[in-house]
């Protein structure tokens, strides 16, 4: 029972820490969330059968290190961190990496599987992307261009949804006006569910076996199943041929919160 | 052989206090199970080996804060709990989570995770889903309609199958008089399994690698085994591209009968 | 050395023990492996890496309680067991059971799997199936059912092989009459090996993902080929989208026999 | 130090002592090789972790055993053994059985398992086929068939190559005369291979999930590439569904090599 | 902490101790890698979980001998070492070796696998390959033959990417007219990338589950990604059924810069 409560002492301080010490010169995380020619990384993981059998106060001190980790990188790639524990069977956490360089999000992962935490950690997917600028947008009419800079709803978006997708070589050998039309369709169809879901594409042709890596958030899983029943619905949908497999679901969290849920 | 009377002795205990114990205001659970706009998540779990090797009276303990974690959600979530071992080869136990939020299933999954028998559970499959109004139904004939308020037998139904289904590109592509046409014959065909089986449907699509999952019970499996022979008779069938992969099937449990098979 | 000896003479004694042993009332077993609505099991188990660094005297204890668990369940199921290692890369053990209801079997394989014995056991597969009434033979002509009516070679038929086959969407939107002429085809190919192959049908459609599960028994590997290769060469095999996947093949022994070839 | 010496001592020891111990009358290899209705197996294992974790010494007494088991069992069957490792991902090593009864593969193969080495042994794969007559060379013209009796080259031939395929339906579908006109354009394309590559079929269709194996030995890679440039050009190649997967790549080798090997 | 010091201070003993040691006589590295007829053998590892758990001092006493292996096989081999992980979920790093025989590639694998830092990788890949002088360039006209001559910018060029192709029966029924028309299209499409992405080709049709394994090397991955996307616009990529799966990726690493990635 003591011990129990030396964890929970040891974790109010580490998060305590955390809140006081002063915040290390930061990664333009706005412009690498926004900027073409920016990789993004998604890094899927689950705990070992040892983390579960771990002391609560061990567990702490790697959690510690965790946050540690993230820190030191900070200055050069922006990530987000979401658990996927509950909501996905490929694994129980999920790191977003935007960087400037791919090498730099692959440092900041082999850090963090070199460190104390990481060495529980198994890696069960990695995702590569790059953001571009938009490819069909300066075809569309301008009232489509008007909708697609409505911003999304303020307000939490608890919820992130990772589809990879792989269009098939049909698609590829399509002429660019074909694509286009067919891309206007996709396009319209989706822009009722603009201010409730949040999207993001990356392109990941030769740099993973998929051509597009879609992320979503939402605070509204049901109109978020709308807006995928209308992308299935047209026509350049007939074109995937890989779309999930694996989907990936959880919720944005913080390391610190998950540092609370892991903690237990 | 003294250890193991120990076991039963504190067996019985638990399932006493179980009994016992004041019932903590639970979910509307009649209502998380009969609205639309309710999440479903079905959650399978292996037993890890360390589970086997354990001495009978840790077991029983750890089974004891199962139920403890069960009830602690009652309160949020509708939680049922099926025996897939000896039935199914892709898990032992499986549970079924209804939710308003689709975060509170997810709560629920991570603490069971969380709790000293949960760090004996090997996650082997996620599903979520979702409950709607009836997309088909307000365009059938009123006899039609009438025949799918006809309830199913009373008395228990032992058996449960669980099938998620993905249907195809075409099918998505077709436009909505056409599906209607052949959802009408789907429903023809399954009508006369209205009273010997009891089912249920669930809506994926961007919320899983499926589009439907559905859910059956019933206490006679050769009935169920030619409702499912009717569906993959009918046109519809052909527009499905995964039907199953893996179908799970097990028996409808507690937690305290799970608990009683599981402390042997 | 001595402990060798130890176990040797403590297998003997199990051996001795289970010939002198009273029989419990069994199931009536014959009834079971012939009428139609009887469900049959086959479960697929390779023994894991603690099994074979055991003491041989702690192999025979848990193999002596593999005989008592089968004895257990006589009176409701009739079980077979099989010798997979050596010949499949799925199982090293494999047992059928047949039951007249599905909780039955459940009941064995969960109380096979609690056993001492069971704790070395990995679940690979289990495949669910459902004996019925001939769907087609009442539409063949009387010599076809005649010949249908010749019993297998009487003598050891020492090797068993399982094939479970999915049809495809296109088969069961077939009419029944193209169907009945497709399937005397396919039986008339198969008539002249009904002396050397006996054969029993399972329907799997809803109880697992799977259609059908046929099996073999035979003393005659080539003419099995032979048979196989003529059910390859009829048009309704192009109507099976699995065939195998896995194809299982072994051997029938007992439980005395397994015990003293797992004893080692 | 003195341990690795220990270790070198036993295995030069162990080496004699196979090198002097009477030949055991061996299975007709000869025979067994080229006869028409003989079982050829082909077993796949990789080591276990605990192998390299474990002494030279132990290992070494360990690889005696193998000799042992291998010795026993050449009465009934010819046995022939690659080295996998640093070729192939699937296995480290590979037996090959050929037996006039599939039983006594088994047998061996349970023995093998069995043995204190065996316990160290993981089973990735097997392939079970039977030698048959040739099919289509009876219809062949004279001069190819003077071809076909033409031997390889003497000399060694280091490399073993294993190709499992299965013909699709459309492929048992056609007449034997379509089929031969097929094999005979396939047959063609390889007899510029006779002399670097030496071939042997196996025909699998019933025993496994596969149609043929497919076994090739050669000491010149680039003309075996060549060969199967030239077999994936011809007609018949659009009627496999599988080829490989996996394709097993190895080098020929004794038992007594591959204990040198592995010692160390 | 102090043992932190002592694995620090052992390090950089190894590294030193690499720098002075004299070179032994390498194999002529150059010719392996531009020569026809030389194999080409990707080898990918991940490591396993002792690794990670291991003393810093115990891990570098076997990177040094890493090292040693490394050396000892340089005679007969070039060998070329990549960082995976963080970027790739199929390993954590992966050696590519040339050798003018296949029987070399596997003597230093498994070497490799035998050393005390060997027991701790997990083989999960091999990729086996030919070089091969150009099969279609000759056909080509001499402007493109001289664009191809133009090198690569010089440089360092840190990302390396591996991508398996295989083609389908269609493209290998094709005549050589046709197939050159495409790969005319292909090569046309591919010359802009020229200078920003180095290419090599390994043909693979026999000696593994593939036909081509095509190797980058770029210091620009937009630019690979571009190059990548225009291959899957030509019409010969409609003949490809595999593409990728995996794809591995990551970053052009040495022996010393490994071991200290991996000394952490």
Redesign the interface.
């Known amino acids: 029972m003591q011990r129990r409560w030396a964890g929970t002492v040891a974790l109010v301080c580490v998060l305590l820490m955390a809140w006081v010490s002063p915040s290390i010169a930061a990664a333009d995380r706005e412009k690498l969330l926004s900027s073409p020619?920016v990789?993004g990384?998604f890094?899927a993981f689950s705990l070992?059968?040892d983390w579960?059998?771990m002391e609560p106060a061990s567990r702490i001190v790697q959690l510690k290190g965790l946050k540690g980790v993230v820190e030191q990188h900070r200055e050069k790639v922006a990530i987000d961190v979401y658990?996927l524990?509950?909501?996905?069977?490929r694994a129980d956490l999920m790191f977003r990496v935007h960087a400037a360089e791919?090498?730099d999000?692959?440092?900041?992962?082999?850090d963090l599987?070199?460190s104390p935490f990481?060495?529980n950690l198994k890696?069960?997917?990695?995702l590569?992307g790059?953001t571009k600028k938009a490819n069909y947008v300066p075809g569309f009419s301008d009232e489509m261009k008007a909708g697609l800079k409505v911003k999304s709803d303020p307000g939490p978006k608890?919820?992130a949804?990772v589809?990879p997708i792989r269009k098939n070589?049909?698609w590829?050998?399509l002429d660019q006006d074909k694509r286009m039309a067919m891309m206007k369709e996709h396009t319209e169809a989706s822009m009722s569910y603009q201010k409730t879901v949040k999207r993001k594409l990356y392109?990941s042709?030769?740099?993973?076996?998929l051509d597009f890596i879609t992320y979503f958030e939402t605070s509204n899983?049901?109109d978020?199943?709308s807006?995928?029943?209308a992308m299935?619905?047209v026509?350049e949908?007939?074109y995937?041929r890989r779309f999930?497999?694996?989907?990936l679901?959880g919720?944005v969290t913080s390391v610190e919160e998950l540092s609370e849920?892991l903690a237990?």
Chains 1, 2, 3, 4, 5 share one sequence.
């Open positions: 020619g990789y990384t890094a070992d059968d579960g059998k658990l524990r509950g909501l996905s069977d791919l090498r999000a692959q440092k900041f992962l082999v599987q070199n990481g060495k890696m069960t997917g990695i590569n790059l608890p919820y949804i589809i070589a049909e590829w050998a392109h042709t030769g740099l993973d076996d899983l049901e978020f199943h807006l995928i029943l299935e619905g026509k949908f007939q995937t999930g497999h694996p989907l679901i919720t849920v237990q």
